[in-house]
């Protein structure tokens, strides 16, 4: 069963940072665009960063400047390092292709930035 898995979560104070891993299949990552999404409590769910096969990224802009999406293709592996973590970045955040598949959703891992 093809799966994502989702870690690197957890609470964090305003300014921090957490970096956030995505394991999966060769398959999967080697063909497609990935990306990172998040979905806070009675929000819809957003995509936040994406990456490409040729490396080329495109961040929303609530983000730029402050997360970096990028993989590792021997671990078959995506990451999200976020720095200067901001109360409103908190959420769960998941990984899937772009544009998504719902066959790949993954249980998610919780940031929570506060105080």
């Known amino acids: 069963q093809v799966q994502l898995v989702e870690s690197g979560g957890g609470l964090v104070q305003p300014g921090g940072s957490l970096r956030l891993s995505c394991a999966g299949s060769?398959?999967?990552?080697?063909?497609?665009?990935m990306g990172w999404y998040r979905q806070a409590p009675g929000k819809q769910r957003d995509l936040v960063a994406r990456i490409a096969t040729d490396g080329t990224t495109n961040y929303a802009d609530s983000v730029k400047g402050r997360f970096t999406i990028f993989r590792d293709f021997v671990k078959n592996t995506v990451y999200l390092q976020m720095n200067s973590l901001k109360p409103e970045d908190t959420a769960a955040y998941y990984c899937n292709t772009y544009p998504q598949l719902g066959r790949l959703w993954g249980q998610g891992t919780q940031v929570t930035v506060s105080s």
């Open positions: 060769r398959a999967i990552f080697s063909r497609n665009v």
